[in-house]
Structures are given as structure tokens and as C-alpha cells.
């Protein structure tokens, strides 16, 4: 994974170092990590997350025995390779999306305009009806006029329908009402591409909070833009301080961005990544796994 080649051939250095000795004592330990916290600075984590990855690898590590065919780095990698894991979300079931309401379950998806929200919810729709759902997307961003025909065009593209209404009207309402049109076609998903704007703003916050209340959607998801790194890390803490997220979607994971974000997300927010998208065709989303994810990163 491109945005993470610094990092993954930076540990890989660190740990040759310690190979070829027989147990791990805390000089060795100490070192190795001081370089990982380097790099996981480097690669943009947070600050506070970076220090309380050290420092549980570290107690892990030390005075670990060297069991049978580990080398050293080996075991030290594989300690990594746990928090690493555990940092990015864990194998909790709360990584998976929720879909166990009764139909029509309702995602709605929040971000700042450029996220890729657009596009994500297209992405998302298509990755749905290959599971054998009947989504029905929703154009309710009323602030930028191009999404509703982008969200029209990207519908025909993968024949899902999209529900719209002229430009002018309520998108509380839109959301609304999108939900007895659901009901009408059968559809047993329905996605909310909700206003997005280039900042944070009272009045969008507003909008999403009374549809949030009105509609109450099954899952609330963050787009989020990982190339933006800490940026992303800090409007996350806000959308959720405004409307409890139920989870995010990680976009632009295929950029040349540090990784951070991905990285420091889930802890500092505490909501769970649950899918990324990793380039601009309708099929470049995946569900987020922080096991794979894990693995790729350290290469
Ligand atoms: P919105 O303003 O949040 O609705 O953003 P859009 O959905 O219109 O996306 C903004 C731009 O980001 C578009 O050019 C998308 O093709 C691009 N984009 C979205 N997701 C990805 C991704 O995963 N990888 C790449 N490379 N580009 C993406």
C-alpha cells in the first residue's frame, strides 16, 4: 500500500537491527521503539496515539522469552503487528455495518465537501447490491447543485435508483420523504448524501443534526478524506461531538498520503472505520479491516 511504504521500510530497518540476538532486553526494545515512534510521527499519527502504541508494545516486549523460531524482530514485528490491529479497530463486530433494523435501514453520510462523499455513497450502493440489497440512494445535498445531477448520473451508471426533488426544497424533507419512496419500490436500503461545504459550519451542522433527529438512520457515517491526515482526525471529533457518528468511511486511501489518519482515527474518536475507498471506480470500496489493513503496513 503506497501510503504506507515509508513507514512499512522504515520498521523493516529498525527490526534488522535487533535480529541475530538472542533475547530481547529493554536497551534493545527501547531503541527499535524509539524509531517506531519516529515513524509513526513521520507518517502523521497523532502525537498521544503514537505514544500509547510505544508504550504497549514496550510492555509487551520486554522480557518477552524468544519463543522457538522467532528471531527477535520477528517477535518485536509481531508485537506491532497486534497493536497495530488493535489500533485500528480491533476484530470487533462494531467494524461491520448495521443493517439489522427493519427495512428500509437508513445510512446517512456526513462529510465536508471533496471528502468524496458523492461518489462514496455511488460506491456504496454498488457494493450493497452485490450483497444482494435493493438500495435506493437520496440526494439531499441542496448546497452544492452539481451533486444531484452527479448522484443522477453515477444512479444510471449502476441503474440504482436515486431520489431527488427540484432544487430548492427542504432536505429535511427530501430525506423524508425518500423513505415512503423507498417503501414504494421495495428498496431495503437507503443511502443519505447529506450537505457537504468546505468547512464546518453552524447551519450544516444544524441541517444534518434535524435530519439525524427526524429520520433516525440506522448508521451515521463519516466521509471522511485520509490524504488530509490530522485534518481529518480533528473534523471527525467535531461531526461526532455534533451528531454521534456510528461509524466512518476512510476516502483516497489509494493517495500518497502518510497514513496517519487511518492510524489514529478510531482511537482518538473511538468510532470504528468500517470501509475505505481506494481509488475513483464504483468498485474501489472494501470493507475496512484492520487485520489486512495491519499486515500491508508493515509490508
Ligand atoms: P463530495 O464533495 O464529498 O461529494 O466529493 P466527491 O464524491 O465529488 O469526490 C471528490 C473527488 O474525490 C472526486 O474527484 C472523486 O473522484 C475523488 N475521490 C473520491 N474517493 C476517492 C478515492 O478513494 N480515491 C481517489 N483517488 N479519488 C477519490
Same mark, same amino acid.
Given at each position: 500500500m503506497a501510503m504506507f511504504e515509508s513507514l512499512s521500510k522504515r520498521l523493516e530497518?529498525?527490526?534488522?537491527?535487533?535480529?541475530?540476538?538472542?533475547?530481547?532486553?529493554?536497551?534493545?526494545v527501547n531503541a527499535a521503539l524509539r524509531e517506531v515512534r519516529i515513524a509513526l510521527i513521520e507518517a502523521d499519527v497523532n502525537l498521544k496515539v503514537a505514544r500509547q502504541f510505544v508504550e504497549r508494545v514496550k510492555q509487551k516486549a520486554i522480557g518477552a522469552d524468544v519463543m522457538g523460531s522467532l528471531s527477535p524482530a520477528q517477535q518485536v514485528l509481531s508485537i506491532v503487528n497486534e497493536e497495530l490491529i488493535e489500533v485500528l479497530g480491533g476484530t470487533d463486530d462494531k467494524n461491520k455495518l448495521d443493517l439489522s433494523g427493519a427495512p428500509p435501514n437508513v445510512i446517512m453520510l456526513v462529510g465536508l465537501q471533496g471528502a468524496g462523499k458523492t461518489t462514496t455513497a455511488a460506491k456504496l450502493a454498488n457494493y450493497l447490491r452485490k450483497q444482494g440489497s435493493r438500495p435506493l440512494m437520496v440526494a439531499a445535498d441542496m448546497y452544492r447543485p452539481a451533486a444531484v445531477k452527479q448522484l443522477q448520473t453515477l444512479g444510471k451508471q449502476l441503474t440504482v435508483p436515486?431520489?431527488?426533488?427540484?432544487?430548492g426544497a427542504n432536505p429535511v424533507d427530501i430525506c423524508a420523504n425518500s423513505i415512503a419512496y423507498a417503501r414504494e419500490q421495495a428498496c431495503n436500503v437507503v443511502i443519505l =448524501?447529506?450537505?457537504?461545504?468546505?468547512? $464546518? =459550519?453552524?447551519?450544516?451542522?444544524?441541517? $444534518?443534526?434535524?435530519?439525524?433527529?427526524?429520520?433516525q438512520p440506522r448508521e451515521v457515517l463519516l466521509v471522511a478524506d485520509a490524504m488530509t491526515g490530522q485534518e481529518a482526525v480533528r473534523v471527525a471529533q467535531d461531526f461526532n461531538q455534533a451528531v454521534s457518528l456510528t461509524g466512518m468511511i476512510l476516502t483516497k486511501m489509494d493517495g500518497d498520503a502518510r497514513g496517519g489518519a487511518a492510524l489514529s482515527i478510531r482511537s482518538v474518536t473511538g468510532v470504528p472505520v468500517k470501509f475505505m475507498t481506494v481509488g475513483e471506480k464504483m468498485d474501489a470500496l472494501e470493507p475496512f479491516y484492520p487485520d489486512r489493513l495491519a499486515s500491508r503496513i508493515l509490508g
Open positions: 530497518g529498525i527490526f534488522s537491527n535487533l535480529s541475530g540476538q538472542g533475547k530481547l532486553t529493554e536497551d534493545d436515486v431520489y431527488s426533488e427540484p432544487m =448524501d447529506t450537505a457537504g461545504r468546505l468547512n $464546518i =459550519d453552524e447551519r450544516m451542522m444544524n441541517e $444534518i443534526i434535524t435530519i439525524r433527529n427526524r429520520i
